[in-house]
């Protein structure tokens, strides 16, 4: 599994989970559990739909001219 979320991405991802997770408390709803997931990809630094879509926000992945 070779890495494909960056840092700045990953911090964003975690920020937007953690969002996800305090809406669905505040609402009393279960959409707040998918707040997991971005959390889950920022931890593991890779994100399937990048990997399918050839994506990568991950410096050391970048190729050099």
């Not at 990953?10 to 609402?27: E, H, L, S």
């Not at 889950?40 to 879509?53: G, M, R």
């Amino acid at each position: 599994m070779e890495k494909n979320v960056g840092g700045i991405d990953r911090k964003i991802r975690i920020v937007a989970g953690i969002g996800i997770i305090a809406a669905g408390i505040i609402y009393a709803s279960w959409w707040g559990a998918l707040g997991i997931i971005p959390i889950i990809t920022a931890l593991l630094c890779w994100c399937p739909p990048y990997a399918l879509l050839g994506l990568s926000s991950c410096k050391l992945n970048q190729k050099k001219p």
